[in-house]
Nanobody, 115 residues
Framework: QVQLVESGGGLVQPGGSLRLSCAAS????????MGWYRQAPGKEREFVAF???????NYADSVKGRFTISRDNAKNTVYLQMNSLKPEDTAVYYC?????????WGQGTQVTVSS
């Protein structure tokens, strides 16, 4: 199983920005999708964004136009640039790597949007 380590979370004011990183222990090129999910207190984990090996992307409606997912295959890292953050974006953000043989998760990084 690949090991995924998220970083970049923290406390930010509404309207601010953060960039999350997900570093993989081996090449991410073999994964069909690399994605970000989040889980707020008392809620189920929900999809945020994914990027496929060919570079195509998909976003949840709630973050479309504000978040951007990207990948650097040479660094085995996936990023989530989050702009115009809102209090409702507060959650633990998890990285996911998926292919036909594997579905792996990181430990998560906390994002808190508050004034």
């Amino acid at each position: 199983q690949v090991q995924l380590v998220e970083s970049g979370g923290g406390l930010v004011q509404p309207g601010g920005s953060l960039r999350l990183s997900c570093a993989a222990s081996r090449s991410i090129f073999s994964f069909n999708t690399m994605g970000w999910y989040r889980q707020a207190p008392g809620k189920e984990r929900e999809f945020v964004a994914f990027i496929i090996s060919g570079g195509g992307t998909n976003y949840a409606d709630s973050v479309k136009g504000r978040f951007t997912i990207s990948r650097d295959n040479a660094k085995n890292t996936v990023y989530l640039q989050m702009n115009s953050l809102k209090p409702e974006d507060t959650a633990v953000y998890y990285c996911n790597a998926k292919n036909y043989l594997e579905n792996s998760w990181g430990q998560g990084t906390q994002v808190t949007v508050s004034s």
